[in-house]
């Protein structure tokens, strides 16, 4: 079955030597809805040429309350972090992407997992 969450990240660390294992990236089934609730969001809600980048630590206890706090985190459209229901979670904006990019990048990860580091993978993706 076809894993959206993974294929996207697998494209973002494609050539960078790094293995989601080694980020302790999450790719179950509610991080798979979460990812893909944010993303249909985003379609609609970042406006063409620009993304956004969106780490979650896991494990998401509440993952509709997520979705809907992370929803208006994006619509805010600036950089944040803070907390989420128990959950760490930042937010990066990024204007003038490359093009045929997805409007928005997103990695749930392991609390151990620095997530300044996914942000800064996804952004030289979308921007190369």
Same mark, same amino acid.
């Given at each position: 079955?076809?894993?959206?969450?993974?294929?996207?990240?697998?494209?973002?660390?494609?050539?960078?030597?790094?293995?989601?294992?080694?980020?302790?990236?999450?790719?179950?089934?509610?991080?798979?809805?979460? #990812?893909?609730?944010?993303?249909?969001?985003?379609?609609?809600?970042?406006?063409?040429?620009?993304?956004?980048?969106?780490?979650?630590?896991?494990?998401?206890? #509440?993952?509709?309350?997520?979705?809907?706090?992370?929803?208006?985190?994006?619509?805010?459209?600036?950089?944040?972090?803070?907390?989420?229901?128990?959950?760490?979670?930042?937010?990066?904006? #990024?204007?003038?992407?490359?093009?045929?990019?997805?409007?928005?990048?997103?990695?749930?990860?392991?609390?151990?997992?620095?997530?300044?580091? #996914?942000?800064?993978?996804?952004?030289?993706?979308?921007?190369?």
């Amino acid at each position: 079955m076809a894993n959206p969450a993974r294929d996207m990240t697998e494209a973002v660390l494609a050539g960078s030597g790094l293995s989601t294992a080694r980020l302790g990236l999450r790719f179950d089934r509610v991080v798979v809805r979460v #990812l893909g609730d944010l993303r249909v969001f985003a379609e609609g809600a970042v406006p063409e040429g620009s993304a956004v980048v969106v780490t979650i630590s896991a494990p998401i206890r #509440l993952p509709a309350k997520t979705v809907e706090a992370m929803r208006e985190r994006i619509a805010a459209a600036d950089d944040q972090s803070g907390e989420v229901h128990g959950n760490q979670v930042r937010v990066r904006w #990024l204007r003038k992407v490359a093009g045929g990019r997805p409007k928005l990048v997103g990695f749930v990860h392991n609390p151990s997992t620095k997530a300044g580091d #996914l942000l800064d993978l996804a952004e030289r993706w979308l921007r190369s």
